[in-house]
């Protein structure tokens, strides 16, 4: 009998959603959500990325991608620029109020991922976040399961 509640894919699923829920928590009081702060960190990294780019950092799909930058523009933290050399694509920005939220929202982040691994040691931390490395196989955007 095939034991779901053993199986890697429901292991991975109850972690991601427990990972999120701690983060959602940490992250609550700014009205964020956990895919809006990852758009913001991935902007922390490197701003100015376009759409696709973000979209493929993320590996969700670029209308996803839209209305989390529709949110965050909306919420004051960040702004869409006209490309330089594609009138056609956008260039996403922090606003000065995105760049100053990065250091309390980053705190944040660590406390979650804290709380989230305090049953594992440093080196258990690290062994897990290198099998999850190897787990991700290439950086493509996923769609949602049909079935």
Request: proline letters at 3%; a neutral charge; charged letters at 30%.
């Amino acid at each position: 009998m095939y034991d779901v509640e053993k199986s890697i894919g429901f292991l991975l699923s109850k972690g991601y959603q427990r990972a999120w829920a701690i983060l959602r928590e940490e992250i609550e009081q700014y009205d964020l959500t956990p895919p809006q702060f990852a758009l913001l960190s991935f902007l922390w990294q490197q701003d100015g990325l376009t759409q696709v780019e973000l979209s493929e950092k993320g590996q969700i799909d670029r209308s996803t991608v839209g209305g989390l930058i529709d949110r965050l523009e909306r919420n004051g933290l960040l702004e869409r620029r006209q490309h330089p050399q594609d009138r056609r694509a956008y260039r996403i920005y922090l606003t000065e109020q995105g760049k100053a939220m990065e250091s309390t929202l980053t705190a944040c982040a660590e406390r979650s991922v804290k709380k989230f691994t305090s049953g594992l040691n440093k080196d258990e931390v690290k062994e897990l976040r290198r099998m999850l490395e190897i787990l991700r196989g290439d950086r493509r955007v996923y769609e949602l399961p049909s079935c």
